[in-house]
């Protein structure tokens, strides 16, 4: 075969993996970019660390309940409040 041949085939293979590829890539999207606390209840019960790869907003705060906090409001801040052990008992906005 030449290579004008090979390189067709080679281009065509790539093609195709490329496009079964893309499946994998457009899983769903868990969370929101909006505080919206019932998008994130599925937290509540799970380990602080269940907020890597969650789509958030942009402010996020995450805090040990009881901590001291400032008391400035931002509609759009997801508050993540977890207790002693890292366990997620609470997600609010504010």
């Known amino acids: 075969m030449s290579i004008k041949i090979w390189g ?11 496009c079964m590829g ?3 890539e ?5 969370g929101s970019e ?6 994130f209840q599925f937290l509540v019960g799970q380990d602080k660390s269940a907020l890597e790869g ?3 907003p942009e402010m996020v705060r995450v805090m040990q ?8 409001f931002h509609e759009n801040r997801l ?8 366990k997620i008992i609470a997600v609010r906005c504010g």
């Open 8 to 18: 067709a085939a080679l281009a065509s293979v790539m093609a195709v993996a490329g």
């Open 22 to 24: 893309g499946e994998e």
């Open 26 to 30: 457009a899983a769903e999207v868990v």
């Open 34 to 39: 909006i505080c919206q606390p019932e998008t």
């Open 54 to 56: 969650v789509t958030v």
């Open 65 to 72: 309940d009881g901590s001291p906090a400032t008391m400035d």
């Open 79 to 86: 508050n993540v409040i977890h207790d002693e052990d890292g």
